[in-house]
């Protein structure tokens, strides 16, 4: 991963929390254990002073989990019209500053779709009509390479094996897994995914999605603002999430899990060349 050295950064706080917290619980036998479970505290993201949401986050992303909002939902287009991501626990907000203001707030707040999914996600109206303008590079994947990764992407989620009820989302190149998050939503995880790659200068083109959640519309306009082709996940897909998958020519593989997978759409781009072995069907006496 090379990041240009000129590249601009807005100023930014490191504010993020520690992702997971002790406590005891008592299992099935009446005994006490210590185990850890995931943070959950609200965060409000303001822009120039205007309140536009609240996310819920174990808050070990903040400030990429805002921009990678922002970019998402296309509020804003560029990094260097970001001056500053301040984070505040204390206040339970980031703050966004901006260079010179973002021209048509109230046009683009006007409208939101509230989603399904972990802790809920939002889709304005914006996000939608400008995707189509969104030309998604075509990229050839190895049936190896699905398998090498799905490999991979076990030994990632530290926090849900620590503490369970998140969900992990990951930016992948050929078998390599450049960058991996974890939140209690997979709307954040995204999210922040794509905050890192704004800061980090890193396209979206020869990269793979992986995600521990299903894949529904609202994933699906995530990744292909980031410029990613490729959709891969161990959960299943929204009928919506297929169609807009179709239209938008983003290439989703799902219910990947060991050997197994489905091609919901780009199965063209496919390259078959580690078939598992096939079993002889049982025989019933």
Known sequence: MSRTQDKYRPEITHAGLSPTHPVQAVDEFNNRR????????????????????????????????????????????RLDQIKSVNVDHRTEAVNVTTRGGIEGW???????????GCGQG?????????????????????????????????????????????HGCGLCEDSEIILYTEDVGRHNAADAISGYMWLDDIHG??????????????????????????????????????????????????????????VYHGADNIIFDAPPEKHAPKTIR
């Open 34 to 77: 210590d185990v850890e479970i995931p943070g959950e505290s609200p965060l409000t993201l303001y822009v120039d002073g205007r309140e536009i949401v609240t996310l819920m986050t174990i808050g070990a992303h903040p400030e990429a989990l805002a921009l990678g909002y922002l970019r998402n939902q296309r509020f804003v287009d």
């Open 106 to 116: 109230d046009e683009k707040l006007k409208k939101r779709t509230v989603t399904t």
């Open 122 to 166: 939002t889709v304005f109206s914006c996000t939608l009509d400008s995707l189509y303008t969104v030309r998604l590079p075509e990229i050839a994947i190895r049936q190896s390479v699905i398998y090498q990764l799905l490999e991979k992407v076990s030994g990632c989620n530290a926090i849900y094996k620590r503490a369970g009820a998140v």
């Open 205 to 262: 083109d020869k990269k793979i999605f992986y995600t521990t959640g299903r894949l529904t519309s609202e994933i699906v306009m995530k990744t292909a603002t980031m410029g990613i082709a490729v959709l891969l996940s161990r959960s299943g897909v929204t009928h919506m999430g297929l169609e807009l998958a179709q239209e938008l020519g983003v290439t989703m593989i799902a219910r990947a899990k060991g050997r197994h997978f489905l």
